[in-house]
């Protein structure tokens, strides 16, 4: 399907409208800035004026974001779709990703993923002090230089051992004549590189840090990759080698793994010691995600450890995403159970996890933004042009949303979804293609497993929380793009996440609104 043009009278309507909307918006914050009313008076009207949709202690939690604002630090690098880990002391370890907004959805001879875009550097981020060191990743050798550039690795850190793993990737060529995903698997030890990033080391001492194999059966991207019981977990994903083209052509070639991927390896080296793949052949295709939100999680049913793949895209031959879940707690065939279905934030999104093992019984996932295929809150401004988006029935697939909502499940197998009252801070759309960074000091002082979900019931009533950080991430203008492939930028700001263990109001996403039709031609495979 082609764009429609943007008529001359739609635009000088939007023009009028997003001044009115703009003024409207003005006024509200002058307005309450001149009352001068204290912060906790300020606090007391904001519950009294709850819409009314809302449900008081819909949560057992409450759970706040707050930008950090440094001064006399570095400007931070705009990245996402990063891979990352924390050190000891809380310092970020950022390896690949982008500098890109959302890619474009262009034709040949557009290159839709800029090659100069692509993040070069290690970065080592403080996000207490808003500085970093960097490290330029062009002066390792090849093998090496290619895959830590690339966007979308799937990447885990196994904390016992304190090793980061890197594996596949979507990225370009050592020489940018072409893209395609990398087959490589990269190791490295957390504290070591970030000592090294941080004390300007030679490139000599920071190679000899890294250990590289290659196996086809690495070359994914999109997916992502756990440790449980010593085994190694390659969950979904695609294999996509060529230029990205959103329109179709026989200038690259794409394919969903729809396995989940088992292995482990021999020790001392990154070769393959035992392989297996779990399939799924049902006539939905429930394996064929990719880019969604895939987490360590608690089973609530039996409070142990198990992986989650919440969302994703696409269902085959059509812009449809995936809203029920699939659970992974061995080999053996994992759980789809389409009894869960939620309406928010299916493609990868910071997601922050609670379980209440005394009270609910219930594990809580919370979305931070990012597209979705159901949407709450918009400004006067970004509806007028989400509206006049679809009323020109372009193919743009999902918006960008500024929601925050929780989906849950009981140990009962019941589940239940809300909204936040309050969206992400500024009403930004914001949030796409990050994770979440979590508070590695949590499991040592008792208010998360090891897998970093949180223990609401070892938190005392009213206690406070720092759960972790989120960082950069795709920023949109509006949720569906004015202009095509305009619009969208990369954020460099870091929020902090705190968790009290106090109920919050919450709206039933019964009450979201559906952004598109799942039985739209597909426009991207």
């Excluded at 819909?58 to 996402?80: R, S, V």
């Excluded at 979507?170 to 957390?190: C, H």
Aim: contains cysteine.
């Amino acid at each position: 399907m082609k764009y429609l043009p943007v008529k001359k009278w739609h635009f000088f309507i939007f023009i009028a409208a997003l001044a009115l909307a703009a003024c409207n918006d003005t006024n509200k914050n002058v307005n309450d800035n001149d009352t001068g009313k204290t912060q906790a008076a300020v606090k007391k009207n904001a519950l009294a004026a709850l819409p009314p949709n809302a449900q008081d202690s819909a949560l057992p939690f409450t759970m706040d974001f707050e930008e950090m604002n440094y001064t006399g630090g570095d400007t931070l690098p705009h990245l996402q779709s990063y891979s990352c880990a924390v050190s000891q002391k809380g310092l970020l370890l950022i390896i690949g990703g982008r500098r890109q907004g959302l890619h474009t959805f262009q034709s040949a001879p557009e290159n839709n993923f800029i090659a100069d875009s692509s993040n070069n550097f290690i970065f080592v981020i403080d996000p207490q002090a808003g500085t970093y060191k960097s490290f330029d990743v062009n002066l390792l050798d090849t093998i090496l230089s290619a895959p830590l550039q690339s966007t979308n690795q799937q990447y885990y850190h196994d904390e016992s051992t304190d090793m980061l793993y890197l594996i596949g990737g979507y990225g370009w060529n050592a020489n940018k004549s072409n893209m395609r995903t990398f087959n490589t698997i990269i190791r490295v030890k957390v504290e070591d590189l970030v000592q090294a990033v941080s004390s300007g080391a030679s490139v000599a001492q920071i190679r000899a840090l890294f250990n590289v194999a290659q196996d086809d059966r690495f070359a994914v991207t999109g997916g992502d990759v756990f440790k449980l019981n010593n085994v190694f977990y390659l969950v979904f994903g695609q294999r996509f080698d060529g230029q990205y083209r959103a329109f179709g052509g026989n200038t690259f070639s794409q394919k969903y793994t729809e396995q989940v991927r088992t292995f482990t390896l021999s020790p001392g080296n990154l070769k393959i010691l035992s392989y297996g793949a779990a399939t799924n052949t049902s006539a939905d295709h429930p394996f064929h995600r990719r880019d969604g939100n895939i987490v360590p999680d608690i089973d609530p049913a039996t409070g142990m450890e198990r992986i989650t793949s919440f969302g994703g895209v696409f269902k085959p031959g059509i812009i449809a995403p995936y809203t029920y879940p699939v659970y992974i707690t061995s080999p053996s065939t994992p759980v789809v159970d389409t009894s869960g279905q939620q309406k928010f934030s299916q493609y990868s999104c910071p997601v922050i996890s609670v379980y209440d093992s005394a009270a609910t019984k219930t594990v809580y996932h919370t979305f931070f933004g990012g597209i979705g295929h159901y949407y709450y809150a918009q400004t006067d401004s970004q509806k007028i042009v989400y509206d006049l988006a679809t009323q020109q029935g372009r193919n743009d697939g999902f918006p960008f949303v500024e929601d925050i909502s929780t989906f849950q499940q009981s140990a009962d197998g019941t589940y239940k979804e809300f909204i936040h009252v309050n969206p992400i801070p500024g009403n930004r759309l914001l949030g796409g293609s990050i994770p979440f960074l979590p508070n590695r000091s949590l499991p040592a002082q008792g208010y998360a497993y090891d897998n970093s979900v949180i223990k609401l019931s070892a938190l005392p009533p009213n206690t406070r929380i720092l759960a972790g950080y989120i960082y950069g991430g795709i920023e949109a203008q509006n949720p569906l793009p004015f202009i095509p492939n305009t619009g969208t930028f990369v954020s460099n700001s870091v929020f902090a996440v705190y968790v009290t263990n106090t109920p919050s109001a919450a709206i039933p996403a019964s009450y979201a609104h559906e952004s598109v039709k799942s039985d739209t031609a597909l426009h991207r495979k």
